[in-house]
C-alpha cells in the first residue's frame, strides 16, 4: 500500500522565522511528489517535482526532491501570517493513471 | 471558467438517510477524483474517473458508497445508508495533467 508520511503535524512560529515541512514516502510506481497549501477550504497547488536534486522556487517558498532517500522538503522563509495554512503533500503513483496519495498535511501557525 | 462546481456545499442528515453529492468538472478535463477529508485520517481518495470510466475505486470504504459519472460534465457520490463515521468534508477535483489537479469547494457532511 502506497503511504505518505508528512512531519511535523503541526508548527507555531513567528513572523519571520524560517520553517521547512517535511515529506517521506513508499510507493510501488512514483511519478512525481506534489505539494500543496489548503487554507479553509480546497487545496491549491504549489509544486510539482520529478527529479532529485532540482530545486523549485515561488516566492519565499522552495521545494526540493530526493529520489534515492524517497523525501522532499518546502521551506518558507521570511514567514508572514498569511502563510497560515495546512500543507499537503502527495505523490502520483498511478503509473499510466493518475493517482495521487495524500499525506495527513502538517498544520503551520505564523503568529504576528 | 468557474471552476469544480459541488452542491450541496453542506449537507446535514440523519443515520441511515441516503446522501447524494454531486461535482462538475472543469470543461475539458478528462479526470475526476472524489476524495474525503477527516481530521483523523487526512485526505483519502475514494474513486477516480478517466474519460467517465471508473479506473480504482479501492479507496471506497464500504458498499454503502458508490460513485458514477454518467458523462464528461457530472458525477455523484451516493452513501446509503449513511452513518455518523461518514461525517467529513467531500472534495471533488478534476484535472488533464496531475499538476494542475483543481479541487472543488467541497461539501462538508454532518450525519447525526
Known amino acids: 500500500e502506497d503511504k505518505v508520511v508528512q512531519s511535523p503535524l503541526s508548527l507555531v512560529v513567528h513572523e519571520g522565522d524560517t520553517v521547512t515541512l517535511n515529506c517521506s514516502y513508499e510507493?510501488?510506481?512514483?511519478?512525481?511528489l506534489l505539494w500543496y497549501k489548503q487554507e479553509k477550504k480546497a487545496p491549491t497547488f504549489l509544486f510539482m517535482l520529478?527529479?532529485?536534486?532540482i530545486e523549485k522556487k515561488s516566492g519565499r517558498l522552495s521545494s526540493i526532491l530526493d529520489k534515492k532517500e524517497l523525501f522532499s522538503i518546502l521551506n518558507i522563509t521570511a514567514t508572514q501570517t498569511g502563510d497560515s495554512a495546512i500543507y499537503l503533500c502527495?505523490?502520483?503513483?498511478?503509473?499510466?493513471?493518475?493517482?495521487?496519495?495524500f499525506g495527513k498535511g502538517t498544520l503551520l501557525t505564523v503568529n504576528p | 471558467d468557474a471552476g469544480v462546481i459541488q452542491s450541496p456545499r453542506h449537507e446535514v442528515t440523519e443515520m441511515g438517510q441516503e446522501v447524494t453529492l454531486r461535482c462538475k468538472p472543469i470543461?475539458?478535463?478528462?479526470?475526476l477524483f472524489w476524495y474525503r477529508q477527516t481530521m483523523m485520517r487526512g485526505l483519502e481518495l475514494l474513486i477516480y474517473?478517466?474519460?467517465?470510466?471508473?479506473?480504482?475505486d479501492s479507496g471506497m470504504p464500504e458498499d454503502r458508497f458508490s460513485a458514477k459519472m454518467p458523462n464528461a460534465s457530472f458525477s455523484t457520490l451516493k452513501i446509503q445508508p449513511s452513518e455518523p463515521r461518514d461525517s467529513a468534508v467531500y472534495f471533488c477535483?478534476?484535472?488533464?495533467?496531475?499538476?494542475?489537479?483543481?479541487f472543488g469547494p467541497g461539501t462538508r457532511l454532518t450525519v447525526l
Open positions: 477535483a478534476s484535472s488533464f495533467r496531475p499538476d494542475t489537479q483543481y
Open positions: 510507493v510501488t510506481n512514483f511519478r512525481s
Open positions: 520529478t527529479s532529485s536534486g
Open positions: 502527495a505523490v502520483d503513483s498511478g503509473g499510466s493513471n493518475y493517482k495521487l496519495t
Open positions: 470543461s475539458g478535463h478528462n479526470s
Open positions: 474517473f478517466n474519460n467517465n470510466v471508473p479506473i480504482d
